[in-house]
Every structure is written in C-alpha cells, then in structure tokens.
C-alpha cells in the first residue's frame, strides 16, 4: 500500500512539474514576443479551423471540418479557441497541448518503471520527455503532435498491459483501451493509420499460434476488439465519402493534401527513393533534438535488450514504439513527406517515447554493475545537455520561427493587427489565401464569421463579383496562396472596378486593405 502511495506522489509530482515548467516556458517566450506560441502557420490554422467550428458565417458547425487535416485535435480546440484573448495569442493551443505532454509523461513513467521496476529511474526517464526543449515547445503551442504523442502512448501503455498480463480476464479489458486510443490517435494524425495494422495482425497471430489453450470464444472476442482500432480510419474515409464524395479527398485534395505540397516542392527530389538523403537528413535532426549522448545511451540500451533471452515482451512494446517513426521514414522515401535542415523537424517527437524507453532500459541495466556516481553523472550529462540546447538552437523553435519570418507572414499579422485597430463593423472581403488569412483573421482579434474569405473554390459566391453591396472592408494580397491565385487574378485585372467603390486606407509590400467610400 505504501509502495502504491508512493507511486502515486511521484505521478502527482511529475505532472505538477511538467505544467510548472510549461507555463514557465509559455511565458517567458510570450514577454520575448507574444507571436512566439503562434509562429507555427499550421498553429494558426488549426485554432482558426477550430473556431470557426462555431464562429463562421458560411456553414459552421461540421461542415468546417474540412478533409486534409484529422479532425480530433481541432475538436479539442474549440472551446479554449472561443476565448478570444487564449485565441489570438495561442494559449489556446497550450490548454490542449500542455496537459497532454504532462499525461504522456506520467504514462511513460509507468511503462519504464513496468520495465525496469526502479522509480527514480523512470521519473528522470519521464522528466527527460518533457523537459527536452524541442518537445516542450511543441506542448504548449497549438500543433497536433502533442494530442498525437498522449493517445499513441496511452494506447502503447495499455499494449504493453495486455501483452504482458497473464490473467485472461482482464486482458481484453486492456485490449479494448488499446484499440480504443489508437482509433484516437489515428484521428489526430495520419503517422498513426500504421498502427492499427500492426495491432490487429499481432492479436491475429497471438491469438492463432500462442494461446492454443484458450476459448475460441475469446480469441474471436480478441481479434474482433482490435479490428476495433481501425474505427478512427473507417470514420474519416466515411466522412469524406460523405461530404467530399471520395474517401480519399484527403490524400490528393488540390493545394492542402500532403502529396500536392510534397509534389509542387523542392524537397521532394532530395529524398524521393533516396535512402541515404533521407538517413542524413533523419539523423541530423535526431542528433539536433536529442543530442548525442541520449541516443548513444539509447543505442547501448537496444544492445542490452538485444543480449538476454525471454526480452521479447520488450521487443514487441518497441516495435509497437517504431511505427510512427517507420511510417514518417517511409513517407519521405515514396514522395509524400516532407523535410530538410530543419524543416519539420517536429517530426521527430514520434521517435521520442521509443529513445527514452531505450535510455531507460541502459541506465536501469547499468545499475549495480557501474559506480552509483558514474551512472548519476551519465544522467546528469543527459539533462545538461538538454538545458544547453537553447544555445545551439531548439530545432523546432527554429523551424517555426523561421516560418513565421519567412516573406509575407510578418506582413499577414501586421495587416491584421492594423484592421482590427480600424474595425469599427461590417463584413471583410478578404482575398489573400487560407494560410494568409488565417494569419490575418487570428491577429485582428475581429470575430471570424465577419470574413467572407474569398478562394479558387469560393467564386460561386455572389460577393466576389460586386463585393460592394456585401463587404465594407476589402484585404487584397499582392502575392496570394495557391489556392486563391486564379480568383486574385480576377480582381488584379480589374482593380479599377474595386476603386469606384473603395478607397485605400493601409497598403504594404504584400497587402492592400480598403474600406467602402
């Protein structure tokens, strides 16, 4: 009982430090400058995604759930995207993200102390998780990876449960939460649609090869619980079936799906069918993020997994582990994925769980053979190196700073901070592109269903012709996104059109806003 308790404390503890600690970082970055939780361009579109959930003018509700990106994190956001000062400065993004990292840490304790039964070697374990510069940065903006990282892991814990629990009575229980979590995870993002094969196919053959003296019954129970983990699948091709009339519009859905930007960029042809690129690239980024002396204590744990005989409970638990990680590797190599030095390098959270189980596993082997104070002074080098990576650079931090100043995206929130400063009512034609304007709309703090956005697909609208007799305010981008370019042409063409009605009162290098005369 004292033992239970015990665990419990450091569980208390450990999530307490992790919020502690992201707030502490959330708000320092914020008095450095309050952009800092929104550099991400994919932050600022999922919160306004979100919110418009509710607060659009054009359909609210489910209809805005769009087809590329998986719905669940967006889902999450709402209610925090709904107030207005968490919106605009993205803490919004934080009230989902931080309290995902803290419960994946305090799931990644249990799974190390499972394995390797020693507690303050699973709470460094776990504090190293969350306290790694690039992962903390990535749990307190609004990007998926960490919603991601929590069901993944959590399904992964209750694997590991039901793989290793020999009483049958409560193995399907764990096995239903497993299925039950990675549907989850796999309608947050798209590096999780592996696992649910992988699941499926292991019970199949657990069932079928090792569990001869089992019912039928249950093995058929077994099985058919973990086809359950394909719901999160089925439920999105059904979804785009139903609205998009293809199950597939997410894969090649023009400008947004990830196979169209992967095609109509440069990265591509460094790592399509290019193994050794795509090792360079994956490895330097690992190196960045991680740092040498993890992955080398991560690479002597796998050693000392490998050694003895009866691991291969472990050995599933880490396959289960590699797959996100296998499927973004997999991604790059046949055309689909995207990264260089350090774009996305956020991708390599994915590989985390797996790194810090592996370190785990070598320091709690090393224990008893090695001096106490070597093994502490291991850990110790471990955690200063993560204090020191701020000096050289957290990768994820750079990638998403350099996005944020990259070309017309510091003009975007300037614009929109100067609208909202103007905005005294009325309806905005806005005619910039969705990553532009959702940059625009997010720093005017003006209520979302004011805008008539204006794209490609949206000139059906009687608006884009006279916008006039609907509009008050007009946001006209100099050099828009893709998907509003042939619908930018038209209006570039036929500016004098729009001077008989409006007048210019702000113009920049990218931007133009006019008001009605």
Same mark, same amino acid.
């Given at each position: 009982? @004292?033992?239970?308790?015990?665990?419990?404390?450091?569980?208390?503890?450990?999530?307490?430090?992790? *919020?502690?600690?992201?707030?502490?970082?959330?708000?320092?970055?914020?008095?450095?400058?309050?952009?800092?939780? #929104?550099?991400?361009?994919?932050?600022?579109?999922? !919160?306004?995604?979100?919110?418009?959930?509710?607060?659009?003018?054009?359909?609210?509700? &489910?209809?805005?759930?769009?087809?590329?990106?998986?719905? &669940?994190?967006?889902?999450?956001?709402?209610?925090?995207?709904?107030?207005?000062?968490?919106?605009?400065?993205?803490?919004?993004?934080?009230?989902?993200? &931080?309290?995902?990292?803290?419960?994946?840490?305090?799931?990644?304790?249990?799974?190390? !102390?499972?394995?390797?039964?020693?507690?303050?070697?699973?709470?460094?374990?776990?504090?190293?998780?969350?306290?790694?510069?690039?992962?903390?940065?990535?749990?307190?903006?609004?990007?998926?990876?960490?919603?991601?990282?929590?069901?993944?892991?959590?399904?992964?814990?209750?694997?590991?449960? +039901?793989?290793?629990?020999?009483? *049958?009575?409560?193995? %399907?229980?764990?096995?239903?939460? /497993?299925?039950?979590?990675?549907? !989850?995870?796999?309608? /947050?993002?798209?590096?999780? +649609?592996?696992?649910?094969?992988?699941?499926?196919?292991?019970?199949?053959?657990?069932?079928?090869?090792?569990?001869?003296?089992?019912?039928?019954?249950?093995?058929?129970?077994?099985?058919?619980?973990? #086809?359950?983990?394909?719901?999160?699948?089925?439920?999105?091709?059904?979804?785009?079936?139903?609205?998009?009339?293809?199950?597939?519009?997410?894969?090649?859905?023009? =400008?947004?799906?990830?196979?169209?930007?992967?095609?109509?960029?440069?990265?591509?042809?460094?790592?399509?069918?290019?193994?050794?690129?795509?090792?360079?690239?994956?490895?330097?980024?690992?190196?960045?993020?991680?740092?040498?002396?993890?992955?080398?204590?991560?690479?002597?744990?796998?050693?000392?997994?490998?050694?003895?005989?009866?691991?291969?409970?472990?050995?599933?638990?880490?396959?289960?582990?590699?797959?996100?990680?296998?499927?973004?590797? #997999?991604?790059?190599? *046949?055309?689909?994925? $995207?990264?260089?030095?350090?774009?996305?390098?956020?991708?390599?959270? &994915?590989?985390?769980?797996?790194?810090?189980?592996? %370190?785990?596993?070598?320091?709690?082997?090393?224990?008893?053979?090695? @001096?106490? #104070?070597?093994?502490?002074?291991?850990?110790?080098?471990?955690?200063?190196?993560?204090?020191?990576?701020?000096?050289?650079?957290?990768?994820?931090?750079?990638?998403?700073?350099?996005?944020?100043?990259?070309?017309?995206?510091?003009?975007?929130?300037?614009?929109?901070?100067?609208?909202?400063?103007?905005?005294?009512?009325?309806?905005?034609?806005?005619?910039?592109?969705? %990553?532009?304007?959702?940059?625009?709309?997010? %720093?005017?703090? *003006?209520?979302?269903?004011?805008?008539?956005?204006?794209?490609?697909?949206?000139? +059906? @609208?009687?608006?884009?012709? $006279?916008?006039?007799?609907?509009?008050?305010?007009?946001?006209?981008?100099?050099?828009?996104?893709?998907?509003?370019?042939?619908?930018?042409?038209?209006?570039?063409?036929?500016?004098?059109?729009?001077?008989?009605? =409006?007048?210019?009162?702000?113009?920049?290098?990218?931007?133009?806003?006019?008001?009605? @005369?």
């Amino acid at each position: 009982m @004292k033992t239970i308790l015990k665990i419990k404390n450091r569980e208390y503890v450990l999530f307490l430090i992790v *919020i502690t600690l992201g707030l502490g970082v959330a708000f320092y970055l914020y008095s450095l400058d309050k952009h800092s939780l #929104i550099y991400y361009g994919d932050a600022v579109s999922h !919160l306004v995604s979100a919110r418009k959930i509710v607060d659009w003018a054009d359909n609210p509700g &489910l209809a805005q759930v769009g087809s590329v990106w998986l719905p &669940l994190p967006h889902f999450l956001l709402v209610p925090f995207s709904l107030i207005d000062p968490l919106f605009t400065t993205g803490f919004a993004g934080l009230a989902v993200s &931080l309290p995902s990292l803290a419960i994946t840490s305090l799931l990644l304790y249990r799974m190390i !102390l499972r394995q390797t039964g020693l507690s303050h070697i699973a709470f460094a374990g776990a504090l190293l998780y969350a306290s790694n510069p690039n992962i903390l940065y990535m749990g307190i903006t609004a990007m998926t990876e960490a919603p991601f990282m929590l069901f993944f892991v959590t399904a992964a814990y209750y694997f590991q449960q +039901w793989y290793e629990n020999l009483d *049958i009575s409560t193995k %399907s229980h764990y096995l239903r939460k /497993c299925s039950i979590f990675v549907s !989850l995870a796999t309608l /947050c993002r798209y590096e999780g +649609w592996i696992i649910p094969v992988f699941v499926t196919i292991f019970v199949i053959i657990f069932m079928v090869r090792k569990q001869l003296h089992i019912d039928t019954r249950y093995k058929l129970v077994a099985i058919l619980i973990s #086809i359950l983990s394909f719901s999160g699948i089925a439920l999105w091709l059904i979804w785009n079936l139903h609205v998009y009339s293809d199950p597939l519009q997410f894969a090649h859905a023009q =400008y947004y799906s990830a196979a169209f930007q992967a095609l109509n960029r440069t990265n591509r042809e460094m790592l399509f069918l290019q193994p050794f690129n795509v090792a360079e690239i994956y490895g330097a980024t690992s190196m960045a993020m991680y740092g040498p002396v993890l992955l080398g204590t991560a690479a002597l744990g796998y050693i000392f997994h490998r050694r003895p005989k009866g691991n291969g409970d472990r050995a599933i638990l880490y396959v289960f582990l590699a797959l996100p990680p296998a499927f973004t590797i #997999i991604s790059m190599l *046949i055309g689909v994925g $995207e990264m260089s030095f350090w774009f996305n390098a956020r991708f390599l959270m &994915l590989l985390s769980p797996l790194i810090i189980m592996l %370190s785990s596993l070598f320091i709690a082997k090393s224990y008893g053979r090695i @001096k106490k #104070i070597a093994l502490v002074g291991i850990v110790g080098i471990i955690f200063l190196n993560q204090l020191m990576t701020p000096i050289f650079g957290v990768v994820t931090f750079v990638d998403a700073q350099g996005g944020f100043a990259y070309k017309q995206h510091p003009f975007a929130v300037q614009t929109g901070e100067i609208l909202g400063s103007m905005y005294h009512g009325g309806t905005i034609f806005i005619l910039t592109g969705s %990553s532009q304007e959702h940059r625009i709309m997010l %720093s005017s703090g *003006i209520p979302l269903r004011q805008f008539d956005d204006i794209i490609g697909s949206s000139t +059906w @609208k009687s608006s884009f012709k $006279e916008p006039w007799l609907y509009d008050k305010w007009v946001v006209i981008g100099r050099e828009p996104d893709d998907d509003a370019q042939s619908a930018a042409k038209y209006w570039i063409n036929n500016q004098e059109r729009l001077n008989e009605h =409006y007048r210019i009162i702000y113009e920049n290098e990218y931007y133009k806003v006019l008001v009605l @005369k």
